[in-house]
């Protein structure tokens, strides 16, 4: 176990990039650190006025990062823009009302990219009861100051009355998943176009078609879906709700409709889980809780395989390692820690 003086306040959010060489940290202090992934040595310290890092992901070919901020924006970077100093080179996307403007806003909770990077997708609350997932395309974004182009908006879907906390990509990238503070899981089936939707002259007809096509799972009570996770061969779909893992059985044929079905619990921990991954080989999931533990399980059999203390308090955050090897985790006391997914109490 290696523990890294990170932030001066909670750590909220973790990223390691694709190649595993790198690791991001955000959170209450104004500040993005970069980690040397083997080292543990400092790389960059970015500061931004944003008042909070909600969440954070690299693109599947690391050349991005997008950031949750805690304001109605999606924030873009280049990876050769992490560096010591202000965030350069970022590119902001303006998510909120147009009517309201941005400081009736909440902000942006969660970010996920698309398994191909092609698509963006952000999750927040917009006003009031109404929470706004939207979707976005990156790859106009490229390097080189006169070629930035920000992300173009393609769609967006509100669902009133269910504050967005969460969103995932199905391994497949054809559905996103979306995790609300009222116990349910909505399923939007626009991550791809359908084959079947051509034609400029028949944007309407398919937009009120995606609309219609909209999946909501109730996962079970009023506690909230934290985070949400597909295995990596798209066949489970794993929520955190409270203290509680689901797992549900996912299919997703041709284009029908998204069908889930309740496949078994995962309990042990004492407290809301905040977070969870599959391993790559799909066989373990890791989970994260406020408890202070951080537990591995068969994602199979649901047993628990072993429960680790990383000592630093309530945990917040999580992020696994590509190799699925070692884990990060982030908490209150604004400390990192880095655990081997073999060790034992």
Not at 111 to 122: M, R, T
Not at 288 to 307: M, N, P, Q, Y
Request: glycine letters at 10%.
């Amino acid at each position: 176990m290696i523990q890294w003086t990170a932030h001066g306040r909670f750590v909220r959010a973790l990223g390691y990039s694709p190649d595993g060489a790198i690791l991001v940290s955000g959170g209450d202090d104004q500040a993005l650190f970069v980690w040397d992934a083997v080292t543990g040595d400092r790389r960059a310290d970015i500061r931004h006025d944003f008042p909070v890092i909600e969440d954070l992901m690299f693109s599947p070919d690391g050349r991005l990062l997008a950031l949750a901020t805690g304001r109605p924006m999606v924030i873009v970077c280049d990876r050769d823009g992490l560096r010591d100093g202000p965030l350069a080179g970022a590119l902001a996307r303006d998510t909120g009302d147009p009517l309201l403007g941005n400081m009736w806003g909440p902000g942006v909770s969660s970010i996920a990219f698309s398994p191909d990077g092609q698509y963006l997708v952000s999750v927040g609350a917009v006003s009031g009861s109404v929470a706004r997932a939207i979707l976005w395309q990156v790859t106009a974004f490229r390097r080189g100051r006169q070629q930035h182009n920000p992300p173009t908006r393609l769609d967006s879907l509100d669902l009133r009355d269910h504050d967005t906390l969460t969103a995932t990509y199905s391994s497949d990238g054809r559905t996103i998943a979306l995790g609300t503070s009222r116990g349910m899981i909505v399923l939007w089936p626009y991550a791809i176009p359908w084959k079947h939707l051509r034609g400029e002259d028949r944007v309407e007809r398919d937009r009120h078609l995606r609309r219609s096509r909209m999946v909501e799972v109730r996962a079970g009570g009023d506690d909230p879906v934290r985070r949400i996770a597909f295995s990596p061969d798209g066949t489970t779909l794993a929520a955190a709700i409270g203290s509680v893992v689901d797992l549900w059985d996912y299919r997703h044929v041709d284009e029908k409709l998204p069908v889930v079905s309740r496949r078994r619990q995962i309990r042990g921990h004492t407290d809301a889980v905040q977070s969870l991954a599959f391993s790559p080989d799909g066989r373990t999931i890791v989970t994260a809780s406020l408890d202070g533990t951080l537990r591995i399980w068969d994602a199979r059999e649901t047993f628990e395989r072993s429960c680790l203390d990383p000592g630093i308090g309530p945990l917040h955050c999580m992020a696994l390692a590509p190799d699925g090897m070692t884990v990060a985790v982030g908490g209150e006391s604004g400390e990192v820690t880095i655990l081997d997914l073999d060790e034992r109490p």
